[in-house]
């Protein structure tokens, strides 16, 4: 039985349109409604993170998040049966997403009290990535992330070598400035000298030692030298990606291509002469 | 009756000249009075903030803030009777900022004494938007805020996307921390989530958990990779409003080839003469 | 005796294959294998300066330490023998830097006990420097290090006009703020300048005097003005490097032009039709 | 009498070339001495500043500082009576920067003891200007100086902007935090709003309450946005002032004009035709 020469039913097609499309009144409401829904539902979980909050309004707390987990369930089962290939949603990023938005509330029905608290903390804080939801809104098609996946690779690289920089500056550190200005092991070293090098700067752990201050100046120079580089990187790519050679505006008057070189007199799809400008 | 016919007085023509423009040495003379008020007005507002000095010198800040009071009160006036259309510059920008430096003075004194405390402090502050009443000096006209108007959506899409980020690292920290290192709610640990990305990095909030610092390195890392993306649209938006080459603007009177060096004195493409600049 | 002449023996060949190249399956998995141990190795270093890890698993420590050492001794070796010209590999930067990462430990077994305790440690922490194995296989070819190598001139000047305006700003505050603010002598204001110019502001040493604040502003403020330098540098260095358009590296066959469109079929030039790809 | 045509005697002339030039060995030589000279000045200067230093060696700080004031006295001398127009050089900025060099020390002989104490302090750190003469060897012919000119006005526009932000973003913080997280008036709000903005965060003040967390992560995210502002400015400045022409390499034959356009075919200084390429 082929699943695809089966006539979509209308309820599925209706279903798909309100669900999965903007265009219509119906669809934009639906779009609305789940925005507001998932606001709500990250504001809940943040709130209820503080703890005389939590305590003081303990039901309300419980009755909204059982509300919204319902709703986000009726969304999901919706998503499921309106599409024809439930499988390949369900396995996508948004299915992932919209399925660990219903399932920590029930799952902590079944884990329940208090022996496993980290787990049920860990569990009710997952329903956070429901923000990844809203994702779906942002328009991901601008040149945006087509410019940050171009320069991913020397990006990488570029984070690859910071960190190396941060490995054997943080280990001098530690070294020169020993416990004093708590550079107590490497690792801690290394994330000071992340710190550093990245400009954030805490303060929680600073050199004291004067040969220590001179090697952080040395770092921190440096990193105003080459903060430089990840900026030339997109900058590069993104103008390239976004401002493409057809600063020549002809047309050829023959295959209506556009897109030629400034100083072209044929057209390079079909050979034919460009009008003159 | 149509107000557009009725011809304009000469006195209010010549008040809109001193008042709206900057040709006439009454026009500039007015601009810089104008200016040398604003800044004193703002300097006045930011010492009344520091309490000693308010106590002690409670008299003569009240005296100077009636002054400037009033004389902003006779600008206001005649600005909207020098005006053909007072309605339209009474609601725009600069129309309500201009209301806004008079009338919070005026208004502290229905309000009165002691108990309606904040209101007062908060209506006594709102004299220092008197300070966008300078960016009408500012020449608007360059390129930056239009730099920043074409690339507004793109910037507006990367700053909700840090947001996000920061919603979810935020509450990854919170539950890796808990409240040894200050990571008390999930708001206050977005809150820290933003002050690292962004690489302020205060250091009031700073981890302590190996595990919480090798994440915050992690997040560091990453705003460093990121740090670039608004700069490179901005750069992008910038480089292609304001790049246009030909600061020479001869055209070879023999070939009309355009486009030459700034000292050419020959045509490149003909060799022909170039007339005098 | 002429070395050149010598015909390479196949056993060396082999070797040369599998230690210096990536296209074997045995070679990939000796680049593996090595990468693996490098990591492994750090890893193990970063451990050790934690105080209560060392002195627990003292032994476990010790013994890692002397199996790595010895499998980089072995590579060592093995390059060494493997190669033509082993006196180039020895005096070439990875030549050192395998040499560096075998001899700590063996001189840390002559030096010995207690009372040369500095050193040690400093032979030990020497090992990180293995970290820079890892730079092998990045790639340097990549344009990121042309584009720095390029603009090291310009970047090198402007850190040395910033050092300069550090020296005087930090003298200034000195003066301004004596030692009340932690400003004590003139290389520790010089020290925080540099902290503040660089955006990193630790906050372990900041002005508390209204002047030292409002010079300390003026600072901020052109760092934030500056800090666009090295950025614009380096990014007009890397599109410049990087933008050459002509990724379509065909030649015209009738009029040799080249640079054309990536999709072209025809020559732009002179309209005929360029050869397949 | 006309100074201009009397002939320059020759000990003048080689004087001249000694000190100002550095074509000859001699030349280089003294300008070799100078720069050694003005860094240990400079180092003096810096170790002066740390009390216990100064302490125990007096003697030597004050015997050093007067072998290096008399000289660069003579230098100073040496620069006005080899030079045509000693005026001209005696009031141009390195004219003043020299003169600065030497006055403060001959100047504290005069003020004398305790109770001037500020004014002779001041006067001793004026010396640390003396780096200031390092400038001369740093080449400012270099586009750097150049492109930041050029983007001047639009970067002063920008930083204005940042201030009126700051000014009204510190009243709100006073306004919202009150004295409690150190907000305690509109100037060290300004302060802590510049110091935020900037992305430098020195964490000594720091909002606490949540709303000003709140209106705080406001401000670092519009930071983050505008950051990139100054960078495309410049960035767009120097590309524009770095990249565009002399890519063609010809020299006209006739009147050795280079920097001639890619596709120019006739000098644009003389009008002759240039060589084929």
Redesign the interface.
């Known amino acids: 039985m082929n699943n695809k020469d089966k006539p979509i039913p209308s309820w599925q097609r209706k279903l798909h349109e309100v669900i999965y499309e903007a265009d219509t009144p119906m669809g934009r409401g639906f779009d609305i409604a789940l925005l507001i829904l998932i606001v709500l539902s ?1 504001i809940l ?2 709130l209820e ?3 005389p909050l939590y305590s003081q309004y303990y039901w309300e707390f419980y009755t909204a998040e059982w509300i919204i987990t319902i709703l986000f369930t009726i969304e999901y089962v919706l998503r499921i049966i309106s599409i024809r290939k439930p499988i390949r949603y369900i396995f996508s990023f948004y299915g992932i997403v919209d399925f660990l938005s219903t399932i920590p509330t029930y799952m902590a029905l079944f884990i329940g009290g208090g022996n496993l608290f980290f787990a049920v ?2 569990l009710r ?1 997952l329903r ?2 429901r ?2 939801k ?2 779906r809104y ?2 991901e098609s ?3 992330v087509e ?2 996946k171009n320069s991913k690779a ?2 990488f ?8 920089i941060c ?2 500056m943080g ?2 550190m ?2 020169v400035e020993g416990e004093a200005g708590g550079f ?5 070293s ?2 000071w000298c ?11 752990i ?1 050199p ?1 030692t ?1 040969l220590g ?2 090697i ?2 040395f770092i ?2 440096t ?18 990606s ?2 493409p ?1 057809p600063t020549n505006t002809q047309v050829c008057p023959y295959c209506n291509e556009s ?3 400034d ?11 460009l009008n003159e400008k």
């Open positions: 990250i979980v943040m993170s503080i703890k903390r860990a804080l956070v990535f923000v990844l809203i994702t942002m328009g601008n040149k945006l410019a940050l020397k990006i690289v570029f984070l690859f070598a910071v960190l190396i490995i054997i280990t001098v530690h070294l107590d092991n490497i690792p801690l290394i994330y992340i710190v550093t090098l990245t400009t954030v700067g805490f303060g929680d600073a004291i004067p201050r001179l952080a100046s921190m120079i990193s105003y030298g080459i903060i430089a580089v990840p900026t030339g990187i997109v900058s590069a790519e993104y103008s390239r976004s401002k050679i897109k030629h070189l100083k072209a007199e044929y057209c390079h799809n079909c050979g034919n002469k």
